[in-house]
């Protein structure tokens, strides 16, 4: 009887440890829609244990640093991606294996560890941050930086190719401000073959400046290791270096994708296969698939019945898709997106998904063969009792598997940019977000932007909606 109230008060304790994904949204989303980012960034700190937790704490600067960069807060914004930079850094020398927790519950209980596209994401902004507040030099450590990340992911991941090409655009239009114009070449170099690996070709715009930049530094033959087809002209790039100055307009674009749920179940045979079905959420279609199932101590040969929870993207309605800039009221332009954070997301879950499935499917055996020993060892031989006690431990350990649904919650759904080149001097720029269809949905209007001879001047638009 005793073991029994102990196996009980166990499981009740384990399942009130709610999924704080599940909350996130629901309590921020509404602050951000209607209260703006001030009002988001106050609505965080309130609830901060509640919503985001100690396994929680790479989100937690995540966001804010986020929420911060788009309210124009670069300082703070600074300040909470260092923080968020160094539980990285902190997480990324141990080993997931000495987590055991998380072998006994689920993954909610590990630390969050960030996906890749969040780091490289996380020095995009770091690096807008420090030019913004005039810190060139702030910005080029971030520029390397970033560049060893993307080394140590490119490397750890090779097949999976976490890479980003706007960063390494990005990276190589700060390398120019600061005259490191070998630097910038290999950057811009880096950029096109980031682009062309993500599966598509170098946006337009950004391939007309990679085709100048490498056109002027005597690196023309560069340009034939790349399958996307050379510009007829490069105009406005050609006008970018010879008048010495641009403004250069950076869009963010909708809201990125939250997750879902997305139920599976099927078979385990120890060490033999794991067959597992689903329906598809966006189709309605029942999908079957077979993996490996690895061996798992106690089952010996048996089968098991599995059923568990893995996160799904799920895509929020966008009211903003594009933009539209008019640079003193003549020259209009269409910021090309150069980073799709949908899709980002899309192939990140992919890259993982067999590998969680197997994971969480062990998981569930390895509990469900515990559970069934714990209620064979704790048997009274009252019938009702053995049967009350039962079931509470098959409720208990059951619940005891939620998905991991943690992901950044502020970030854009893409980013679009757009170049200028401009006369030394004050200018005017209006920025129209648009609808899918081309609606304006909003208008951002800067009436005095100084250029300074030979200067790079950034415009932030944070259209997250």
Known sequence: MKHFILLALSALLLCSCANKSLTRYETLAPVLEKEGFEATIKKIEEEKEDIYGDNSVFLYHFDQGALYHYNGKNKES?????????????????????????????????????????????????????????DLDGALVEVRRAQLAMERLYQKDKDKVNDSGWLRYLSAIVYEMSGEYDDAAISYMQAAKAFEESGGQVPREVWEFITESLVRMDRADELKKFRTPLPQQTLQARDAHTKGQEIIVIGYAGHSPILGEMYLSGTFVSAGALNLTHKDGKTGKINTFTLIAPPVAGAGSGTFHVGFSLPQKKTLPQRVSLFNVNLDSKLRLSPEKVSDIDAELERNMKDENATTMVRTATRVVIRTVAAQKAKSATNTGNGLLDLVKNIAVDVGQSQLEQADLRVGLFMPNSICVTRFPVDVGKHQVTVSALGAHGQIVGDYRLDQVSVAKGQKKIIIIPAIQ
């Open 78 to 134: 600074i300040k909470h991606f260092e923080l968020a930079e160094q539980v990285y850094e902190d997480l990324y020398t141990k080993s997931v294996t000495n987590e055991t927790a998380a072998i006994l519950t689920n993954d909610n209980v590990r630390p969050y560890r960030a996906r890749p596209f969040e780091i490289l994401l996380m020095y995009q902004y770091q690096i807008l941050n420090y030019l913004a507040v005039g």
